[in-house]
T-cell receptor, first 116, second 116 residues
Framework: EAGVTQFPSHSVIEKGQTVTLRCDPI?????LYWYRRVMGKEIKFLLH????????ESGMPNNRFLAERTGGTYSTLKVQPAELEDSGVYFCASGGSGQFLYNEQFFGPGTRLTVL | AQKVTQAQTEISVVEKEDVTLDCVYETRDTTYYLFWYKQPPSGELVFLIRRNSFDEQNEISGRYSWNFQKSTSSFNFTITASQVVDSAVYFC?????????????FGQGTRLTINP
């Protein structure tokens, strides 16, 4: 079974540019999550999709961040325009649904974003 | 608000030594789940264990063991006879579920280095 995949693995952009990160969850997982780890700090929750619906986006830092999950499969996270403080590692995770809500979340390898 | 504290930022030991990684959490929920994840140099977060708040039995898996104590709000992780391959960053996390939306609250992580 394929795990969670993320693309790209690393992105370097200039301040003010736009970047789109992609996450492909494990097949059949309704729940998809985005997290972010800024240098040296803890991993922080950004948002949670159930299928194509945003269940909780309380962790999104501001309106420069836009997440979508059209069709309830893969998800994209767009940062526009990027700022220096957006640099960090962006993780995607997926998990089961319903009674499996408390199960572990399976994480992808992350996308390392560097904003210069 | 929920919080997870991993007071040890970095630990370095010699191979074959035992090492314990501390994790202290705060929550007002009566039902909650605790997790440990390992982040090897390759970057992905690897699930190690999930423990629910009603099960205080200690768990052992090979050289790994976990000690959950509700009285002290701690969920510590011990590696016995450590090996170089155990070198990684280890994260403790607490699961919060609100109205069907789940998120993990992570500690800051402990970087463990096992020296040959």
């Amino acid at each position: 079974e394929a795990g969670v995949t993320q693309f790209p693995s690393h992105s370097v952009i200039e301040k003010g540019q736009t970047v789109t990160l992609r996450c492909d969850p494990i097949s059949g997982h309704d729940n998809l999550y985005w997290y972010r780890r800024v240098m040296g700090k803890e991993i922080k929750f950004l948002l949670h999709f159930v299928k194509e619906s945003k269940q909780d986006e309380s962790g999104m830092p501001n309106n420069r961040f836009l997440a979508e999950r059209t069709g309830g499969t893969y998800s994209t996270l767009k940062v526009q325009p990027a700022e220096l403080e957006d640099s960090g590692v962006y993780f995607c995770a997926s998990g089961g649904s319903g009674q499996f809500l408390y199960n572990e979340q399976f994480f992808g390898p992350g996308t390392r974003l560097t904003v210069l | 608000a929920q919080k997870v504290t991993q007071a040890q930022t970095e630990i370095s030991v010699v191979e074959k030594e035992d090492v314990t990684l501390d994790c202290v959490y705060e929550t007002r929920d009566t039902t909650y789940y605790l997790f440990w994840y390992k982040q090897p140099p390759s970057g992905e977060l690897v699930f190690l264990i999930r423990r629910n708040s009603f099960d205080e039995q200690n768990e052992i898996s090979g050289r790994y063991s976990w000690n959950f104590q509700k009285s002290t709000s701690s969920f510590n992780f011990t590696i016995t006879a450590s090996q170089v391959v155990d070198s990684a960053v280890y994260f403790c996390a607490l699961s919060e579920v609100i109205q069907g939306a789940q998120k993990l609250v992570f500690g800051q992580g402990t970087r463990l280095t096992i020296n040959p």
